[in-house]
């Protein structure tokens, strides 16, 4: 088995782009007539949705932020009544009020669908049992695998976040071959099978399919020697459906995530201008959902910063998305120059005498921005040792272009993901004294 749904995911881009043409159209039309917002909206702006042929006409229609959906808290922006919702999920801002989702019966069939095809990506098959440690709840990462995988004909081990006893004796006795989990707390199972003394050929996992936060290919090489397995990327985002927006597949490791693009469409444009940029470069990317029913988006600015761009030598035809940087509101600007923790991971990644478990700490010291990086030296290496750190040092300079203050720790000082999304940039230049 290659593909889940092998008709959609090589439909020529031809046949495809019409998919979604006819399906934006509606889209439209449904979001008009359902959802005052837009209706005021398109009404401003002076556009009619017939206006709008097909995607390539995106451009010239607003974008949808995440204020406007705290305006709309919660149900404003359903396009369907209550009665026809069969699911509601909800994220957590980190300030105000949860963004709060949607899904008909159909959305949450097509949610399946997504998860299943990106399953058959990362290397599960029907019959394999999937260790599903994404939380389960509000947030969309627990039930939104479990259901896809459900479809797949996958035996789900609902394990939920966190319990770390629990997950390795379940990994040990349950012999589950797929595991799902975010990036770091996939660290974290690989640090203590180490600690424990298990022996990861016992274990039956074969693939992890890792998402919801950024990750870099220095954590993707920890996880597979720690955990003998071969990890891919799940992206997503509750305001589009939720994980299995996009996937990595495990045969083309390192060349972007296929973007399930008959029903999220995307874009990438300019974060300052908003203007539409060319494949390959990178901005912020933006999705119209062509197919959802209660909660349609039209170009949903998700702040992540990425590039699209089709693989001519890839097995599907559906555009690949790169891993994503940052999320634009968490891009840190320290004395004129952007930076993303991810930079700062690439470089460590570079050490044999350093592993990726870190946190920057970032401070104002008079007029002065600062960053402290806090990183674990592997066991063997001393963290006092000066040389060391000015070897780091010297290197972050010379690819960021900072002069940070390096601050090497033991093995296991640093905080360890829980379970869920783990806080790698600790900003204390908002703290109010
Ligand atoms: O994190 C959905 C999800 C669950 C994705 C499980 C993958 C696996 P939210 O809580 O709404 O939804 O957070 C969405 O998380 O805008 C990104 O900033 C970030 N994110 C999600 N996946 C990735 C990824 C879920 N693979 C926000 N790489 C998104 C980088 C990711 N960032």
Not at 259 to 274: A, K, L, N, Q, S
Not at 281 to 306: H, M, Q
Request: charged content about 25%; aromatic content about 8%; glycine content about 8%.
């Amino acid at each position: 088995m290659t593909f889940y749904n092998p008709s959609i995911e090589t439909l020529p881009l031809e046949k495809l782009r019409a998919l979604q043409n006819s399906r934006l159209k509606t889209m439209l039309q449904r979001q008009y007539e359902q959802i005052p917002f837009y209706k005021k909206l398109f009404d401003e702006k002076g556009i009619h949705p017939k206006d709008i042929k097909g995607v390539e006409d995106l451009h010239l229609l607003p974008f949808t932020r995440k204020e406007d959906l705290r305006d709309n808290y919660p149900y404003k922006m359903f396009a369907t009544p209550m009665q026809e919702v069969r699911r509601i999920h909800a994220s957590s801002g980190t300030t105000g009020k949860p963004t709060v989702v949607g899904y008909t019966h159909n959305d949450l069939e097509i949610f399946d669908e997504v998860v299943a095809r990106s399953l058959v990506c990362a290397g599960a098959r029907p019959g394999m049992k999937l260790h599903n440690a994404y939380g389960y709840g509000l947030f969309t990462g627990g039930l939104g695998m479990h259901g896809g995988a459900t479809k797949l004909g996958m035996a789900v081990i609902p394990v939920s976040g966190g319990m770390t006893d629990r997950q390795l004796t379940i990994l040990q006795d349950f012999k589950p071959e797929v595991m799902c989990c975010t990036p770091s707390y996939a660290q974290t199972l690989a640090e203590e099978c180490k600690k424990r003394g298990i022996d990861t050929k016992e274990l039956a996992v074969k693939y992890a399919v890792l998402g919801a936060e950024p990750w870099t290919e220095t954590i993707r090489r920890q996880v597979e020697a720690g955990l003998d397995v071969t990890a891919t990327n799940i992206y997503g985002l509750s305001e589009i459906i939720g994980p299995g927006v996009s996937q990595e597949d495990f045969e083309e490791k390192g060349t972007g995530s296929y973007i399930w693009e008959d029903h999220f469409f995307p874009e990438i444009v300019d974060r300052d201008t908003g203007k539409p940029l060319p494949y390959g470069e990178e901005g912020v990317l933006v999705f119209s959902t062509i197919t959802k029913e209660a909660f349609p988006l039209l170009r949903y600015w998700t702040n992540d910063i990425c590039s699209i761009n089709y693989d001519k030598n890839a097995k599907r035809t559906h555009i690949k998305m790169s891993s994503i940087k940052g999320r634009a509101d968490d891009m840190l600007i320290i004395r004129g120059v952007n930076l993303f923790y991810t930079q700062v991971e690439e470089v460590i990644e570079q050490f044999d005498f350093l592993i990726p478990n870190y946190q920057l700490i970032v401070k104002r010291e008079g007029t002065m921005d600062k960053v402290q990086v806090r990183v674990e030296v592997a066991e063997g290496a001393d963290p006092a040792d000066a040389a060391l750190q000015q070897q780091l040092h010297q290197k972050i300079k010379n690819t960021i272009g900072l002069s940070m203050d390096i601050q090497l720790e033991v093995l296991g000082s640093i905080p360890r993901s829980q379970g869920g999304k783990l806080k790698r940039v600790i900003d204390e230049r908002s703290v109010v004294f």
